[in-house]
């Protein structure tokens, strides 16, 4: 059952008054500025920096606020905020994954955003992106910078093979033969994760559950077919054999930028590390374009990113502070100061500058965001590719046949979704 918000704000505001975990009433004095904690999930090597200085831009336009930043490891933080906001308290701010947004709300953690001056500008943010911070018709985040997936290439070993970025998943097996053929390097490399798999289901017109019909769609026809080209691609000449190892990212990720293999399905968020490698010392070398297409002739991309968010149980001052820190850091000087300083994606269009967009990388994503497709609003949609991250690697690796490996992983699914019919 959802919380109400004004009992979950004088639960967390006992609570706080006790913990030193960087809540509403952390660190404020009687007559001094509001402190704002923020728990950014970043990169704290290439991304943090550019946070900080922003919040240091903001401090000294709003001297009555200050922000405690902290960055938390992506891979802790739902959980870390999950059981800070159930019980000790939470951070006024939380950099949300667009997965956890609706999950968050759900539970009466995140304050509703409709109206407030954090969303004064709404129509500025691209409307799909606000459709996924979205639940039970509430806008529940602040989109902060998006993500999709896309065909990334190395231009030269393109030119040489005389072959052009694929549309569909055949053309791409063709130009992996030739690529082979010509300069003696595998022309893709595929990924075993779940959320790489998506694009194919998307090809074939389907997911892995249909959450309108409330149905787990993981087996069906469609879903089989998708799943069958994701595998046919780890066979054949010019295609790399499947990596189902912990490091399997690592090495996809350095065999790419090391000019080893000619592409790979990566998103927005490696453009850093792309020109980093040797491959791409020119920058220009980096080649982006749509997904291929399935069966369908349709090509479909998952959207990720982050939205920032406000939690429902800081007191009034802080969150009226704090929806201010957000309408700052989603401004588009902001936006635009964070696509240059990290090769993010803006969520915005007014911060595709032309100053951004001379970065080929991020001229290349967004190019690709019209395909990229938004999540249902279903607070455990994210949970759904933890049962095929574990089942994709058996089957890829030739451990599990594809309806073995399917069947299990809709089994798991189904526990997730108990009220979703298989």
Known sequence: MRRGIAATALVASLALAATACGGSDSGDSADGPVTLTWWDT??????????????????????????????????????????????????????SEV??????????????????????????????????????????????????????????????????????????????ATIKDKTGVDGYWG?????????????????????????????????????????????????????????????????????????????PWEITNFYKGSAFKDKNNLGIATVPAGSTGKAGAPTGGHNLSVYAGSNSAHQKAALKFVNFMTSAKSQETIALKNSTLPTRDDAYTAEVKADPGIAGFQGVLPAAQPRPALPEY?????????????????????????????????????????
């Open 42 to 95: 970043s990169n704290a090597t290439n991304e943090a920096p550019t946070y900080q200085a922003l919040i240091k831009d903001f401090e000294a336009a709003n001297k009555d606020i200050k922000v405690k930043y902290v960055n938390v490891p992506f891979d802790q933080a739902q959980n870390k905020f999950d059981t800070a906001a159930g019980s000790k308290g939470a951070p006024d701010i939380l950099r």
């Open 99 to 176: 997965g956890w947004t609706p999950a968050f709300a759900k539970k009466g953690y995140f304050l509703p955003l409709d109206g407030t001056e954090a969303l004064a500008e709404q129509d500025k943010f691209q409307p799909s992106l606000i459709e996924q911070a979205k639940y039970e018709d509430k806008v529940y985040g602040v989109p902060f910078t998006t993500d999709t997936l896309a065909l990334v290439y190395n231009k030269e070993l393109f030119e040489k093979a005389g072959v052009e970025a694929p549309k569909t998943w055949d053309d791409l097996k063709k130009a992996a």
């Open 191 to 267: 990924s075993t994760q779940a959320y790489y798999a998506q694009t194919f289901l998307y090809g074939e017109g389907t997911d892995t559950v249909d959450a309108a019909a409330k149905k787990v769609t993981v087996t069906s026809p469609e879903a089989k077919k998708a799943y069958g080209t994701w595998l046919s691609l780890f066979d054949g000449k010019g295609l790399h054999k499947a990596d189902t190892t912990a490091d399997a990212y690592a090495h996809i990720q350095e065999a790419f930028v090391s000019g080893k293999v000619a592409s790979i399905v990566q998103g």
């Open 382 to 422: 994210s949970s759904l590719w933890g049962p095929l991250d574990t089942e994709l690697p058996q089957i890829a690796g030739g451990k599990e046949s594809l309806d073995e490996g399917l069947g299990k992983a809709e089994t798991a699914i189904a526990k997730l979704v108990p009220d979703f019919a298989k």
